[in-house]
């Protein structure tokens, strides 16, 4: 699968393309390398560039493959990713290890990701034995009526570099369970995980074409992979914009389209919260992955009453926050997934210090020192920010932090709500009648009681409102829902030609 070629300071593995089994150089001859954010003289691995004609490969791989897939009875197609998952479980370390060199965050958060593909992988092999289906009564006697689940297809896969293990796993595994053959993109940031977590597909036992990899950038093969004829669903996770662009293409040719897109999530700390947990909370959510979470907690409501105590403590923590190589077990927050994301937040900062709100904590970049070779940026409060400031309505996706100020429990949900994106939320009291109003009343996919706003468990339905998507949900039985194209079987053992609506028995 792999030669060595010198890298910047270390030998660099050359991956290439998973095509019908077989590991492929791109058509294109071009390769990109895939970067350590922590330390840039890194290279943790070089990968194919691909091009249109490997996209055009890869389905056809697929579409092979699908003829005998689909066949495959699902309690057995379930085993085989019941295996993957135990083979995980053995892998575990290595792969987070892999994945921290490649996208930053630190370990714990990274084995958090591989077991999160561990966990999809049992629950999406217990489908294999459940992918209920309908039986109804028939209005004609002597009939039999029911709806079964069949395989969409071909899937095309389009993921993020945040969770590079895990949403991966959240749209394969079910995927394959139900029957479908798929082709992914990994994230041009992360695609050693991908390369990871297929690899053990294959040696659980994934029939070759089941799964293929074709590994570039969105703007190049992006259009081949949504436009093509012989895909029926495509899942993307990324931002709002791309998930624009991808949505119209699959519009155009009826195809199936799972968006999960951004997020901008509010936490509502209530004066009656228990405010140890708040701050908790508000540091996990707002700094873990260095904020660079779809539900990172970007934004806290406080109520009056407590808003400058929250404030006061929340900023002492965030300053001792310890940024650094997230190899290192005692550092808390990693860099920023490369240059064009880092000044990205800094432009942020800018945006909001001209804005007037104050900026309490960080702000600057990290660069010198054990920094110097790394995308390192301090952990950034801002308070006193106004709901209609950009960056309370904007996603920056990075560990910059604004506190808005609110007067009562109604307050803080219009201000959650008044944002283009509807993805997670929490509030924190420790009255049940206004967390139960706020689980009616915030229009978000997810909301956490005394919870900051990550932490999804994998058997939920994962996905948000508004400019967070189009309405699919991930994770548990909605992900098997967006995989299975349902199909409404009638058998009539009456031996005559029963007319439904118009021979009404008396
Ligand atoms: P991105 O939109 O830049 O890229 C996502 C994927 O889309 C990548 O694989 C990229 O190569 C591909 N892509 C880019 N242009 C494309 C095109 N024209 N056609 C098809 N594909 C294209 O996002 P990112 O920077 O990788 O991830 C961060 C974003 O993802 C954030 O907005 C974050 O909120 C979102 N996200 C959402 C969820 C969720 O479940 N809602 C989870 C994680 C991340």
Known sequence: MATDVIGKTATARIYKNLIDGDWVEATTGETFENINPADTRDVVGVFQKSGKADVEAAVEAARRAFEKWRLVPAPRRAEIIYRAAQMLIERKEDYARDMTREMGKVLKETRGDVQEAIDTGFYMAGEGRRMFGATVPSELPNKFAMAVRHPVGVCAMI??????????????????????????????????????????????????????????????????????????????????????????????SFKRCSLELG??????????????????????????????????????????????????????????????????????????????????????????????????????????????????????????????????????????????????????IEIANGVPYGLSSAIYTRDVNRAFKAMRDLFAGITYINAPTIGAEVHLPFGGTKATGNGHREGGFGAIEFYTEWKSVYVDYSDRLQKAQIDRPE
């Open 263 to 412: 997020g901008k999530n509010p936490m509502i700390v209530l004066d009656d919260a228990n405010l140890e947990l708040a701050l908790e909370g508000g540091l996990w959510g707002g700094f873990g992955t260095t904020g660079q979470r779809c539900t990172a907690t970007s934004r806290i409501i406080v109520q009056k009453g407590v808003y400058h105590e929250f404030v006061g403590e929340f900023v002492e923590r965030a300053r001792k926050l310890k940024v650094g190589n997230g190899l290192d077990e005692t550092v808390e927050m990693g860099p920023a997934i490369n240059k064009a994301q880092l000044e990205t937040d800094l432009s942020y900062i800018e945006i909001g210090k001209s804005e007037g709100a104050k900026l309490l904590c960080g702000g600057h970049r990290l660069d010198s020192g054990p920094y110097q070779y790394g995308w390192f940026l301090e952990p950034t409060v801002f308070s006193d920010v106004d709901p209609k400031m950009r960056i309370a309505q904007e996603e920056i996706f990075g560990p910059v932090v604004s506190i808005i100020p609110c007067d009562h429990l109604e307050h803080a």
């Open 159 to 252: 993921t993020p570099w945040n969770f590079p293990m895990a949403i991966p796993s959240w749209k394969l595994f079910p995927a394959i369970v139900a029957g479908n053959c798929c082709v992914i993109k990994p994230a041009q940031d992360t695609p050693l995980s991908v390369f990871n977590f297929v690899q053990t597909l294959l040696d659980a036992g994934v029939p070759k074409g089941v799964v293929n990899i074709v590994s570039g950038f969105g703007s190049r093969i992006g259009a081949p992979l949504t436009e093509h004829p012989e895909i029926r669903a495509v899942s993307l996770t990324g931002s709002s914009d791309v998930g624009r662009i991808v949505g119209e293409s699959c519009a155009r």
